[in-house]
């Protein structure tokens, strides 16, 4: 088996499952440091942010403030605005970025493949055709060719128009 290295992994590791101060996604909306935090959007039950170790460019997340982790446990209220908040990612992003498609789901649940399995999120990936080539395939590695920096800053002014 071939390795490739990604020494910058070890710090989504101990953010996601070391965290002194608790649950990351309950952290970031508290300290008020959306650019730094790539928060893009916070709603009455839900925020988005941009994932910070993304599948693609523009790989966003859509997170409720409480700290859940059963689906079940979602208010209608919540539901209703997680939704909302998919289909603007959705939209903003074919306005940005111009995907030809989306994934759009969560794990939940370690097993299942959450990072961060104790408060529950919405992925949005954007995909485009021939977004997959050798590099994930052989390697596991992806390839994403835009910083989160200009991806927030293409973002973050429409998040704020559909205020």
């Excluded at 996604?25 to 440091?33: R, S, T, Y």
């Excluded at 839900?46 to 059963?70: C, D, E, W």
């Excluded at 919540?78 to 111009?98: D, K, S, Y």
Aim: glycine share 6%.
């Amino acid at each position: 088996m071939e390795r490739v290295w990604a020494p910058w992994r070890m710090e989504y590791i101990k953010a996601a499952h070391e965290s002194v101060d608790g649950c990351l996604f309950c952290k970031i909306p508290e300290e008020h440091k959306d650019p730094d935090n790539n928060l893009l959007h916070r709603g009455k039950s839900a925020f988005v942010m941009l994932n910070k170790y993304p599948y693609t460019n523009g790989h966003l997340m859509v997170i409720p403030y409480r700290h859940i982790a059963s689906y079940s446990d979602l208010t209608v209220e919540e539901h209703i605005e997680l939704g909302q908040l998919i289909a603007r990612c959705c939209e903003n992003l074919t306005t940005t970025a111009h995907p030809h498609g989306f994934n759009v789901g969560m794990n939940l649940g370690l097993v299942a493949g959450a990072g961060i399995a104790d408060h529950l999120h919405y992925h949005i990936v954007p995909r485009w055709s021939g977004d997959t080539n050798f590099m994930p395939v052989l390697t596991d590695t992806r390839v994403v060719s835009e910083s989160l920096q200009a991806v927030y800053d293409a973002l973050f002014p429409l998040f704020q128009e559909q205020k």
